[in-house]
């Protein structure tokens, strides 16, 4: 089961490069000066991503923990 522990790994490394993206992302907007507005619009259009990002984290974490169950 070593190999599920690698899949899980990657998919959790993918999930948490996923979320540094969606933090620099809303840091670049707030960085920018954007209205009140706009900043509203761009945290809208991360948020989904965000959510993604997370539950790709979370099913690689939880791979890990099944691999080394079953190994």
């Known amino acids: 089961m070593v190999w599920l522990i690698w899949i899980g ?3 959790s490394v993918a999930g948490l490069l996923g979320l540094v993206w969606c933090i620099l992302k ?3 907007a707030r ?17 989904p991503l965000n959510m993604g990002a997370l539950f790709l984290s979370t099913i690689g974490l939880m791979m890990v923990i099944l691999g080394i169950f079953l190994g």
């Open 26 to 28: 809303v840091v670049k």
């Open 9 to 11: 790994a990657a998919i």
């Open 31 to 47: 960085k920018a000066g954007l209205s009140d507005e706009e900043l509203r619009d761009v945290v809208k259009q991360v948020v």
